[in-house]
Every structure is written in C-alpha cells, then in structure tokens.
C-alpha cells in the first residue's frame, strides 16, 4: 500500500497518510467546493490501512477551520477508527489546536463526544 500524499491548497488541508507507520495527519482548513468528493478517497485509502494492516493506527490532526460539508467528511472519518477501536485495534486521535481559539475547543469537544477511541485534544501556543 502506498502512503497518500497531498499539498494543503487555500482550501484544503495538507494529507499525509503513511502505510508503515499507520500514522494518518491532516492539517490546515477544509472547506472544499465539494468536501465529500475530496474526503472520498482519503476514506477509501484508511478503509484500505485497516483492512491491509494489523498495527496500530494514529491520527494527527490540526484543522483549524471545518466548513459544514467538512466536518461531516471528517465524521465519517472518526466513524471508521472508532469501528476499528471497538473490533480491538489499537487507535488514537491527537487533535492539536491554538489555545486561544475557544471556538475550536469546542468543536474538537463535539468530535470527542461521538467517538469511544481515546482522543486527545492538545492545546498549542499560537
């Protein structure tokens, strides 16, 4: 399985999904024109780590701003580790964001609270 690899664009953020170490990161802003036709093959490919891969799998993210469309993509992409962590794999989300930024917090905190996997939210100095 190849690593999935993407710039971050103005709208957009940066994909870096590695197969060896199972490490997936996503980071900058996401709102795309069409969200669900950019997070279909990134969900594709972690459909793929989990089905070609035993070990554990680590998400690292730091998306500052999600748009509506987004944040469902990104949903849809806790749901699958979230289902991995319940089948006994080994899953953690670590969630950094700028602590100054309130309104992030709190949607972080919103993803928390619908997923069972342990996820960290990880405050940075902005």
Request: aromatic residues 10%; charged residues 25%; hydrophobic residues 45%.
């Amino acid at each position: 399985m190849e690593n999935l690899v993407l710039a971050a664009t103005n709208s957009t953020p940066r994909v870096d999904f590695d197969a060896t170490t199972g490490v997936i990161s996503l980071a900058g802003e996401s709102y795309p024109e069409n969200a669900f036709e950019f997070y279909r093959p990134l969900l594709a490919w972690v459909r793929g780590l989990l089905a070609a891969r035993d070990g554990a799998v680590t998400a690292e993210i730091a998306l500052s701003y999600l748009n509506t469309s987004s944040i469902k993509s990104v949903m849809d992409l806790l749901d699958l580790l979230d289902a991995a962590h319940r089948g006994g794999r080994q899953v953690a989300v670590y969630w950094r964001y700028e602590e100054d930024n309130e309104r992030a917090r709190e949607m972080i905190e919103e993803f928390r609270e619908e997923v069972t996997l342990p996820f960290f939210i990880v405050p940075q100095a902005g």
